[in-house]
């Protein structure tokens, strides 16, 4: 079976989970013999060693456009404007929904040219691309949801645009795939979508080869990773960290990763008087993502509304445990960890102390978390995909 | 001749509340009073009340033929008497009728066996004082918690004075022999051994009402068959199970009461049956054969074994650490002291912290008042901080007056 995969970012061009979602997903339909053409909106070289990762099935298209994962409309105007400082190409459109125009006529050319049996679609800026795919070509939609505009936004400010885009999508959608129970609840509540149209498939992680670090330190570090954003609840991190340091003054937090919230999260930590215990280390790729779990004794994942959090698997997977929210959708599916609701500064506070100060809590964590995270890989998913597409057929 | 022996399980653990490690030093009450007395209030009325009325109406109805026996933990009955206290008068009303037994335990519901004899022994004798205060009864026959036994139980309790003593009939301790007759530990000369059939008692404690099981719906008459079928190969079949199985894991809708009411009649329609308390078991019947106990067995999940409260690192440092504290806590003669680390032994804060998910993780998760076995671990290690960090008040005040007194001469 040929899928005609429309995305927005894929590694090494990624700067978040979703990148790495379809990068695992398309690996494992791979492996189910699945021939997956994969479009992304950017021009860029392809290395050849990144070719020969992906395996054969799958090939790279390439459109040229601004688009990135993650960026309200407002955000976009910012990048515009830094990038209009350098030699730009007319290309480009003024706005976001302007380049998800232009994605989606993209599409139509490239649903004339390819041959395939079925449109797979992640995500909101992707959706007018599959429906014009769709349209051309009479083949199955499936859209892949892996976070809405209430999630983004924390459900305040929800742009109307992206609402209707989303929705729009939804609706002409032959099957919709959400991340988890909790996306799918959000998808039936707020997007009006019928609960039998919409299936969960939560993510996996592909294993990391085994890297070895030399880590030196002596204090005990927390770690936040993921985008500075309110979504994330780098906020509520900061105060919890505020707390923890109230109790034993020793600890170090490292936030990695940045995002509009940057300015306000340094500026937050001097004003709270903890500066010297809390470290940016800015957004971080590839091997240095798992220095960083390595060298943290904990994990902290407070985000406000989370559809999966592939980082809370990765970090298990190095054998980092996790503190997460029970406002996320991998909450669902594990066990070994610590969880606490996000707005509970305390009680998060109380479980980072815990997790450092009883050394049977962090290894037993360690243990079960590690040999947990090994129950992920994205054969299941690629399997659960494999049955929707012939479903459909 | 078939004789049925029931014994039920009554307990309550002193739940812990989300004790932070913020309080540490701040605030020595550990407990959740308010779950706790929900949750009192809640079983109460769902089973206790209810149950003990139909037991009392069955005793008189069969006029000395339906005697049933009962352990009751302290804790359960510190909290029946702060919350509930109809419950006593109504377990009081019970003894009254001279039908039922009490049978002797840990007040606590501790694991203190295992890590301190002398500590056992304290507690066993303030939970005889308790049966002697409230229903005026010496217990005669011993049941450890959640039936954990081996040889070496068998002996001290045998050196305390017991006729008998409980414990689960584990096909990993019997092999081919069957439940239904009296043994004697290997290492012990007099006291006797009653094995929980347990095919029969979960029958009625777990799967009752679970229609996936072939034998759903469990009607009394088929229940009294697989009774009478033991007539000829057996003379004693021990039902031993929690009491909470009527109204509260088997609610009153599975018609779990409907069964216990008509069971008296039924089992007795059988010229041949009867039922027994423990204590007439061990008088009745002769020993049949020795069973060598060695590793330690319980009624607990499908290992039966200690792995529901040992099966992890949080568990056994968790439980070294509150027995390695014993002496100093018996020391500052504080006895709120004393009576929190005590409630803090309770085995049920061990159980919670069980990692065993899968397959027996269900059941756990159902008697798990924290979300996880993480939470728990926590919250009791807090607590556990907070009691070391009062002994260590404790020994610094005795250490000032010493000196004080040095500083004085």
């Known amino acids: 079976m040929k899928v005609l995969m429309f995305g927005w970012e894929f590694p090494p061009?990624?700067?978040?989970?979703?990148?790495?979602?379809?990068?695992?997903?398309?690996?494992?339909?791979?492996?189910?013999?699945?021939?997956?053409?994969?479009?992304?909106p950017y021009d860029v070289e392809i290395e050849s060693d990144f070719v020969k990762l992906l395996s054969t099935n799958i090939k790279i298209k390439r459109i040229k456009s601004l688009l990135q994962p993650y960026l309200s409309s407002a955000s976009y105007s910012t990048i515009l404007s830094k990038k209009k400082k350098r030699p730009f190409p007319k290309i480009y459109g003024e706005t976001l929904f302007e380049e998800v125009y232009r994605y989606g006529e993209a599409?139509?050319?490239?649903?004339?040219?390819?041959?395939?049996?079925?449109?797979?679609?992640?995500?909101?800026?992707?959706?007018?691309?599959?429906?014009?795919?769709?349209?051309?070509?009479?083949?199955?939609?499936?859209?892949?949801?892996?976070?809405?505009?209430?999630?983004?936004?924390?459900?305040?400010?929800?742009?109307?645009?992206?609402?209707?885009?989303?929705?729009?999508?939804?609706?002409?959608?032959?099957?919709?795939?959400?991340?988890?129970?909790?996306?799918?609840?959000?998808?039936?509540?707020?997007?009006?979508?019928?609960?039998?149209?919409?299936?969960?498939?939560?993510?996996?992680?592909?294993?990391?080869?085994?890297?070895?670090?030399?880590?030196?330190?002596?204090?005990?570090?927390?770690?936040?990773?993921g985008r500075l954003t309110l979504q994330k609840g780098p906020d509520y991190f900061l105060y919890a960290a505020k707390k923890v340091l109230g109790y034993d003054p020793h600890i170090k937090f490292i936030i990695a990763g940045s995002g509009d919230m940057e300015r306000f999260i340094i500026e937050k930590s001097a004003e709270l008087g903890i500066s010297s215990n809390v470290l940016f280390a800015?957004?971080?790729?590839?091997?240095?993502?798992?220095?960083?779990?390595?060298?943290?004794d904990l994990y902290v994942m407070p985000s406000v509304s989370e559809p999966f959090g592939l980082t809370a698997l990765e970090s298990m997977r190095s054998g980092t445990p996790v503190l997460i929210s029970n406002q996320s959708g991998v909450s669902e599916v594990i066990t070994h960890c610590l969880k606490a609701d996000f707005w509970d500064v305390n009680d998060i506070a109380n479980k980072i102390v815990a997790a450092l100060k009883y050394s049977e809590l962090h290894h037993t964590l360690k243990e079960h978390g590690s040999l947990e995270s090994h129950r992920f890989n994205w054969n299941e998913p690629a399997k659960k995909c494999v049955d929707i597409y012939n479903s459909l057929m | 001749m078939v004789s049925l022996c029931f014994y039920f399980q009554v307990h309550q653990p002193a739940r812990l509340?989300?004790?932070?490690?913020?309080?540490?030093?701040?605030?020595h009450d550990y407990f959740d009073h308010k779950k706790n007395r929900e949750i009192a209030k809640k079983v109460a009325n769902k089973c206790y009340l209810p149950t003990n009325k139909l037991i009392l109406d069955l005793i008189k109805k069969h006029s000395g033929a339906f005697k049933v026996?009962?352990?009751?933990?302290?804790?359960?009955?510190?909290?029946?008497?702060?919350?509930?206290?109809?419950?006593?008068?109504?377990?009081?009303?019970?003894?009254?009728?001279?039908?039922?037994?009490?049978?002797?335990?840990?007040?606590?519901?501790?694991?203190?066996?295992?890590?301190?004899?002398?500590?056992?022994?304290?507690?066993?004798?303030?939970?005889?004082?308790?049966?002697?205060?409230?229903?005026?009864?010496?217990?005669?026959?011993?049941?450890?918690?959640?039936?954990?036994?081996?040889n070496e139980l068998g002996n001290f309790i045998e050196g305390m004075g017991y006729k008998g003593i409980l414990a689960e009939g584990a096909d990993h301790v019997l092999g081919w022999r069957s439940p239904n007759f009296v043994y004697r530990p290997?290492?012990?000369?007099?006291?006797?051994?009653?094995?929980?059939?347990?095919?029969?008692?979960?029958?009625?404690?777990?799967?009752?009402?679970?229609?996936?099981?072939?034998?759903?719906?469990?009607?009394?008459?088929?229940?009294?068959?697989?009774?009478?079928?033991?007539?000829?190969?057996?003379?004693?079949?021990?039902?031993?199970?929690d009491y909470e199985t009527f109204g509260e894991h088997q609610w009153s809708q599975t018609g779990i009461f409907r069964f216990l009411k008509n069971l008296p009649t039924e089992i007795l329609k059988h010229p041949d049956n009867n039922f027994v308390t423990p204590s007439e078991a061990v008088e009745k019947y002769d020993v049949t054969s020795e069973l060598?106990?060695?590793?330690?067995?319980?009624?607990?999940?499908?290992?039966?074994?200690?792995?529901?409260?040992?099966?992890?690192?949080?568990?056994?440092?968790?439980?070294?650490?509150?027995?390695?504290?014993?002496?100093?806590?018996?020391?500052?003669?504080?006895?709120?002291?004393?009576?929190?680390?005590?409630?803090?032994?309770?085995?049920?804060?061990?159980?919670?912290?069980?990692?065993?998910?899968?397959?027996?993780?269900?059941?756990?998760?159902?008697?798990?008042?924290?979300?996880?076995?993480?939470?728990?671990?926590?919250?009791?290690?807090?607590?556990?901080?907070?009691?070391?960090?009062?002994?260590?008040?404790?020994?610094?005040?005795?250490?000032?007056?010493?000196?004080?007194?040095?500083?004085?001469?």
């Open chain 1, 107 to 225: 599409a139509k050319e490239i649903a004339m040219e390819e041959d395939f049996d079925i449109i797979h679609c992640h995500d909101w800026l992707t959706f007018k691309a599959g429906i014009n795919a769709k349209e051309l070509s009479g083949k199955p939609l499936v859209v892949h949801v892996h976070a809405t505009e209430f999630d983004r936004t924390g459900g305040h400010g929800v742009n109307q645009q992206v609402y209707d885009t989303e929705r729009g999508g939804m609706e002409k959608a032959d099957r919709i795939i959400a991340v988890s129970n909790y996306t799918k609840q959000k998808i039936v509540q707020h997007y009006g979508i019928h609960p039998d149209k919409i299936i969960v498939v939560h993510n996996a992680i592909e294993i990391p080869e085994e890297i070895h670090f030399d880590i030196n330190k002596q204090d005990k570090v927390v770690l936040f990773l």
């Open chain 1, 13 to 40: 061009y990624s700067s978040g989970g979703l990148g790495t979602a379809c990068y695992g997903l398309t690996k494992g339909l791979s492996r189910q013999n699945m021939e997956v053409t994969f479009v992304v």
């Open chain 2, 292 to 409: 060598d106990i060695h590793n330690p067995v319980s009624w607990a999940d499908v290992e039966r074994d200690l792995s529901a409260w040992l099966g992890n690192k949080m568990q056994t440092e968790s439980l070294r650490e509150i027995y390695a504290i014993e002496q100093q806590v018996k020391d500052s003669k504080d006895s709120k002291l004393i009576e929190d680390w005590r409630k803090l032994q309770t085995s049920d804060h061990f159980y919670y912290m069980c990692t065993k998910w899968f397959a027996d993780g269900d059941v756990h998760k159902y008697f798990n008042p924290y979300d996880s076995p993480y939470d728990s671990y926590i919250f009791f290690m807090n607590a556990l901080n907070d009691v070391m960090g009062r002994i260590r008040n404790h020994e610094l005040s005795k250490e000032n007056i010493q000196n004080f007194a040095e500083s004085k001469a």
């Open chain 2, 17 to 27: 509340r989300k004790y932070t490690v913020f309080e540490i030093n701040n605030n």
């Open chain 2, 69 to 150: 026996s009962y352990s009751i933990t302290g804790t359960a009955l510190e909290q029946f008497e702060e919350y509930v206290p109809e419950v006593i008068q109504s377990f009081q009303e019970l003894a009254d009728t001279k039908q039922v037994e009490f049978l002797s335990e840990t007040y606590h519901h501790s694991l203190s066996f295992l890590y301190s004899k002398d500590e056992f022994r304290e507690q066993v004798s303030m939970h005889k004082e308790k049966m002697l205060k409230l229903f005026n009864y010496k217990p005669k026959v011993f049941r450890n918690t959640e039936l954990i036994f081996n």
């Open chain 1, 282 to 296: 800015g957004f971080l790729e590839g091997n240095d993502v798992y220095r960083a779990y390595r060298m943290a």
């Open chain 2, 186 to 241: 290997k290492t012990c000369n007099k006291i006797k051994l009653l094995l929980k059939n347990y095919k029969l008692s979960d029958d009625i404690a777990f799967r009752f009402s679970e229609k996936s099981w072939k034998e759903h719906p469990l009607t009394i008459e088929k229940f009294s068959q697989w009774v009478n079928e033991v007539n000829g190969n057996g003379n004693l079949i021990n039902l031993f199970m």
